[in-house]
């Protein structure tokens, strides 16, 4: 069995202290707490339908607002996905996921390019779902992609409830990181032409 890649971060500023754990080639075990109910279910369902391995303790300044917690928890996790892919040799780097949750439909495609970007799409129609303002949603893929160096897009083409069309975003997330993270014994070093990623 191949060495499995993990990868731990603590960070700490004057609004939040985090410190996560993050297991790529785990089975979805999590212990997940952020202080935003929400924001804990999201990623409860990352990393179970992405077979992560997460551990992730957040505190934030939830008394200003989620902000800062929802942004800096995704400053963390991009950096332990940059930490656990270490070199990126053999890793398929490509990957796409549509998710339906009942009558939404999301959709989020990956490249693990170390050229980080996302387009975000998603017609989101209410401020808050539970203690999580909608538009930190954006905010968070956004953290996520800037400090892991992936390439992102994610889009709700359909729905109605935005519970709804918010799990559906993280579930096809979780998905697609699993497959583009994923090992093809087939690739040699890394998939660019470049030679690094």
Do not use: W
């Amino acid at each position: 069995m191949s060495k499995q890649r993990c990868f731990s971060l603590e960070r700490n500023t004057n609004e939040t202290k985090i410190n996560m754990e993050l297991n790529l080639d785990g089975s979805g075990i999590y212990s997940i707490n952020t202080g935003i109910g929400f924001l804990d279910h999201m990623l409860t369902l990352t990393a179970k339908h992405g077979f992560m391995d997460i551990k992730l303790n957040a505190q934030g300044d939830l008394d200003v607002d989620c902000h800062h917690t929802v942004e800096d928890t995704g400053i963390v996790m991009g950096k332990c996905i940059d930490g656990a892919l270490g070199s990126r040799e053999k890793i398929k780097r490509y990957a796409f996921s549509y998710v339906p949750m009942d009558e939404a439909l999301a959709f989020v495609c990956i490249d693990i390019s170390g050229r980080p970007y996302l387009v975000f799409d998603a017609p989101f129609t209410s401020e808050n779902v539970g203690g999580l303002q909608v538009e930190m949603v954006e905010e968070f893929f956004r953290a996520v992609a800037f400090n892991s160096g992936i390439t992102f897009h994610a889009k709700v083409l359909y729905g109605k409830n935005n519970h709804h069309m918010i799990e559906a975003l993280f579930k096809a997330f979780g998905r697609a990181l699993h497959e583009a993270a994923s090992i093809d014994k087939n690739i040699k070093g890394v998939l660019s032409t470049k030679g690094i990623i």
